[in-house]
Structure formats: structure tokens, C-alpha cells
């Protein structure tokens, strides 16, 4: 059902989720004592039934965004999604727990993800290293099993966490490669006003407005000096999306675009 590589990164998630801390050694030789233990030598078949299946099918519902319920799927889907655009998996042990433990509870599945995807991009934009963020997510699942649930501490940002956010999202934007396009994708998202709006354009690239180098005798030359281009050049409200297949098409002369900065304003790192 998950394929090779799925399935072995499923166990070094199962791993995180029982013994909530980064690995230190391998997998082979952390797993036996930090999991298996608990099940061997007598219960190894309620390891399968009660452990593996379960969050196999947890792990292939979040990778597929298949959740299903009797109202309000759409929602959990579509925050199951949005973490996946980001650069490491480290979020999905707690998504599996939450899955896992809330199957059946679409409303809580709904606030939990929408908290967790923030979390989880906030850390993203600011680069957040592998050492801290997992010992971040790890506080996260030692919380959930304490029954702290939606309250727990670790999934809320703090408020300087917000405050370095904002202002990466106000720097120049377009320097850090990681994370400028899915920066403009969730803004497209939020501009759609859409719940679960998908993209399969993987030809998709960021680009500028006002170029990064315009001719000196061109009309952008004349409406921003050189002061104001180092300004702005970079910078979100200067970036678009364009499919790559077009750019080569797109016009040279000043478009006629909306203003974003009332959508930029709304897409805070705060519920």
C-alpha cells in the first residue's frame, strides 16, 4: 500500500511518535528497544493490527489527502496538503498521532492540522534547523500524550516566533529559494479564497515585476531610481507566479496588476 521507501520511513516516524526525541542512532538499533519492546516477545501480533496497519493506513490517508467522514473532509484534506509543499517530513508524526487518535473527529482534525501546518511553516520560512525543529514537534507529541490535546503549548507559536516570521516574509524574499515559491502559493491560495486549491504545474516559477535588471533607457528606470529598485526588487509584492513556459512571452512593458498587500497583511503566522 505505501511502497518501499514510504514504508521504511513510516517506522522511523512510528519511532518518533513512541519514544519522542531525535534519533540518535540508526533505526535498527533504536527501534527494537524504544518500539518493539513493548510488544516482544509475546504480543508481536498486536504490533501489526494495533500499530503497523493502523498508522500504514493513517500514513497513506495524509500522503493521499483520502480522509474521509460524514462532514467536513474537504477541510481536513486540504490542511493535510499544504505541510507537504515544505522541505522535510518532520510534521508528520504528529499528524499520524492526530490521525490516529481523532479519526472520527473531523472538527478537531480540522483545528489541530490548521495549527500544525502553521507551526510547521512558520519553522519553514524562518529555516529553522533539523535539531530544534524536531525537538520542537517531539515536545508536541510527549504534549498530546500528556491529553494537553488542542492546547498544547509546543503547537502554538510564540510571539517571537511571529515576529521573526513577519519579518522574513518583509525581507527580500525572492533571495531565499526555499521557500519563495510556496510562500506565493499559499498567498495565491488565500487570494482564491479556496479551500483545497491544488496545483499540478511543476513548471511553475517565481518572477519579478520590475526586473532585477532593467535597461537603463526603459520606463522602469524612470518611475523607480536605483534606491528604490534595491529596495523592492526582492521583496513579495514584487513577485509573481508565472508558468516557465510563458515567461519568455511575458510582456516587457508595466503591467497592469492588483494590489496584493491587503492579502499579504491577512496571511499572518497568528489562528
Not at 517506522?11 to 538499533?29: D, G, N, P, S, T
Not at 499544504?82 to 473527529?105: F, G, S, T
Not at 522602469?220 to 521583496?235: G, K, P, V
Amino acid at each position: 500500500m505505501l511502497g518501499r521507501d514510504d514504508f521504511a520511513e513510516l517506522f522511523l516516524h512510528l519511532r518518533m511518535i513512541f519514544a519522542k526525541k531525535r534519533a540518535e542512532q540508526e533505526l535498527l538499533k533504536e527501534f527494537p528497544e524504544q518500539v518493539l519492546s513493548r510488544y516482544l516477545p509475546d504480543r508481536a501480533e498486536d504490533f501489526v493490527h494495533d500499530v503497523v496497519r493502523p498508522y500504514a493506513e493513517a500514513y497513506a490517508r495524509i500522503r493521499e489527502a483520502r480522509y474521509e467522514s460524514a462532514s467536513g473532509p474537504e477541510a481536513v484534506n486540504a490542511w493535510f496538503r499544504k505541510p507537504q509543499q515544505v522541505d522535510n517530513h518532520d510534521w508528520r508524526p504528529a499528524a499520524l498521532w492526530a490521525l490516529r487518535h481523532h479519526e472520527n473527529d473531523p472538527d478537531w482534525l480540522d483545528t489541530f492540522m490548521r495549527a500544525l501546518e502553521r507551526l510547521s511553516a512558520s519553522m519553514f520560512i524562518r529555516r529553522v534547523y533539523t535539531t530544534p525543529r524536531v525537538t520542537r514537534y517531539a515536545e508536541l507529541l510527549r504534549q498530546l500524550d500528556e491529553g494537553h490535546g488542542l492546547d498544547s503549548p509546543a503547537l502554538e507559536l510564540r510571539e517571537e516566533e511571529r515576529a521573526d516570521t513577519r519579518a522574513k516574509l518583509d525581507g527580500e524574499l525572492y533571495l531565499v529559494g526555499k521557500i519563495r515559491k510556496y510562500v506565493l502559493l499559499r498567498l495565491d491560495e488565500l487570494l482564491a479564497r479556496g479551500q483545497g486549491v491544488t496545483y499540478d504545474h511543476p513548471l511553475i516559477t517565481v518572477e519579478h515585476v520590475l526586473p532585477q535588471n532593467p535597461s537603463p533607457d526603459s520606463q522602469w528606470a524612470e518611475l523607480f531610481d536605483e534606491e528604490q529598485r534595491h529596495q523592492w526588487t526582492h521583496r513579495l509584492g514584487n513577485l509573481v507566479l508565472l508558468n516557465r513556459a510563458k515567461n519568455s512571452a511575458a510582456p516587457c512593458s508595466l503591467p497592469r496588476r492588483p494590489s496584493i498587500s491587503r492579502a499579504v497583511t491577512e496571511w499572518s503566522p497568528s489562528p
